[in-house]
């Protein structure tokens, strides 16, 4: 599970962290990654969050910094979530969804803009709380028993990326 982001508090990595810290406390032993790729003026506050983690968490949660393979990071994502506390334009998400992931984010301007969108009532994204950390790891809890729910989610949301943030799109929403 991971995202693509800058370290700073609109991002809001210490959220990530958290729903991080309440997942793995639902899932016990199974094998599991948080990754964040992304560097930022919050690294300090991030990194003191993770030294408060046990050894086994500490392991599973992953901040490499900033990459220049992006492509290649999405590839190697189950799920890419984005736990932003307020968006504009959130491009990660649209990159995300337009290779296949199944996405979850914050229910903020923004990705509510994208996800609530839908393609004719198909699942192409899931918008969570970016308050409750709780509400969040059970989103992902319910997604990862759900392997054929994440491939359909996934495809739905590529499709629908494409049909509507294609290059032909975005040229003739902006000549109009």
């Not at 599970?1 to 016990?28: A, C, Y």
């Not at 984005?82 to 990705?111: F, Q, R, W």
């Not at 308050?131 to 990862?144: M, S, V």
């Amino acid at each position: 599970i991971g995202t693509v982001s800058n370290l700073k508090k609109q991002k809001n990595p210490l959220f990530f962290i958290e729903v991080f810290r309440v997942l793995m406390g639902l899932l016990g032993e199974r094998s599991l990654y948080f990754v964040w790729v992304g560097e930022g003026a919050q690294r300090s506050e991030v990194d003191c969050s993770l030294s408060e983690l046990n050894p086994g968490m500490r392991s599973r949660i992953l901040f490499p910094g900033a990459r220049n393979d992006i492509p290649n990071i999405l590839r190697a994502f189950d799920i890419f979530i984005l736990t932003s506390a307020y968006e504009g334009l959130p491009n990660a998400l649209i990159e995300a969804m337009s290779v296949g992931l199944p996405c979850v984010a914050t229910d903020v301007p923004g990705t509510k803009d994208i996800l609530s969108g839908g393609a004719d009532g198909k699942d192409i994204g899931i918008l969570a709380s970016c308050t409750d950390p709780r509400e969040f790891a059970g989103i992902l809890l319910h997604l990862l028993i759900d392997p054929a729910r994440m491939k359909r989610m996934g495809t739905t949301a590529q499709e629908y990326i494409r049909s509507h943030y294609s290059l032909e799109k975005m040229v003739l929403a902006h000549e109009d």
